[in-house]
T-cell receptor
Framework: DADVTQTPRNRITKTGKRIMLECSQT?????MYWYRQDPGLGLQLIYY???????NKGEISDGYSVSRQAQAKFSLSLESAIPNQTALYFC???????????FGQGTRLTVV | GENVEQHPSTLSVQEGDSAVIKCTYS??????FPWYKQELGKRPQLIID?????GEKKDQRIAVTLNKTAKHFSLHITETQPEDSAVYFC??????????FGKGTMLLVSP
């Protein structure tokens, strides 16, 4: 089945370290997204990309950067991790009409 | 930008009862309203959606209603079952842009 795959699934890192979360999809969609989920705060958009040459900031982009390496790959980086970036991170894709978003399994990141 | 408010944050019902979750949105240009279900430890998955040219949509025990004038939409689950227990998110999209999500409702269905 076509899917959205995130690696790693769990990661513990130290404050100040650089970390990259990776996402790949086999759905053939152009649109890809990175969301952050905190308890009680829902899904907040970090960055999104509507095609390989397009990168856009979301509502909480500070402290994060992204790279769209190919249609199927979209990675999220934390240049210098801090404890309040401890959260569950989801990658997602959608068709070009912006309808159903398909989420990856999530990456649980802990910054100590 | 779009702002989506979702209520209640938690909802407890007895098995067989109905559950209603409500959302309001701010952008009158929003035209697509999906609902996602997230079971514990799982990814969010779409359960039903509605577009702005439709007032109501049903899929078995689940229905969504949309009131464009009041800018609110609701999820209705009838004959709830324990497996309906999960976090539910509403969302709204303006034009062909990105989805803005509500903060979620934790639904607990007791046997």
């Amino acid at each position: 089945d076509a899917d959205v795959t995130q690696t790693p699934r769990n990661r513990i890192t130290k404050t100040g370290k650089r970390i990259m979360l990776e996402c790949s999809q086999t759905k053939g969609h152009d649109r890809m997204y990175w969301y952050r989920q905190d308890p009680g705060l829902g899904l907040q958009l970090i960055y999104y990309s509507f095609d390989v040459k397009d990168i856009n900031k979301g509502e909480i982009s500070d402290g994060y950067s992204v790279s769209r390496q190919a249609q199927a790959k979209f990675s999220l980086s934390l240049e210098s991790a801090i404890p309040n970036q401890t959260a569950l991170y989801f990658c997602a894709t959608s068709p070009n009409d912006g309808t159903e978003a398909f989420f990856g399994q999530g990456t649980r990141l802990t910054v100590v | 930008g779009e702002n989506v408010e979702q209520h209640p944050s938690t909802l407890s019902v007895q098995e067989g009862d109905s559950a209603v979750i409500k959302c309001t949105y701010s952008d009158s240009a929003s035209n697509y309203f999906p609902w996602y279900k997230q079971e514990l430890g799982k990814r969010p998955q779409l359960i039903i959606d509605i577009r702005s040219n439709v007032g109501e949509k049903k899929d078995q025990r689940i229905a969504v209603t949309l009131n464009k004038t009041a800018k609110h939409f609701s999820l209705h689950i009838t004959e709830t079952q324990p497996e309906d227990s999960a976090v539910y998110f509403c969302a709204a999209r303006s034009g062909y842009s990105t989805l803005t999500f509500g903060k979620g409702t934790m639904l607990l269905v007791s046997p």
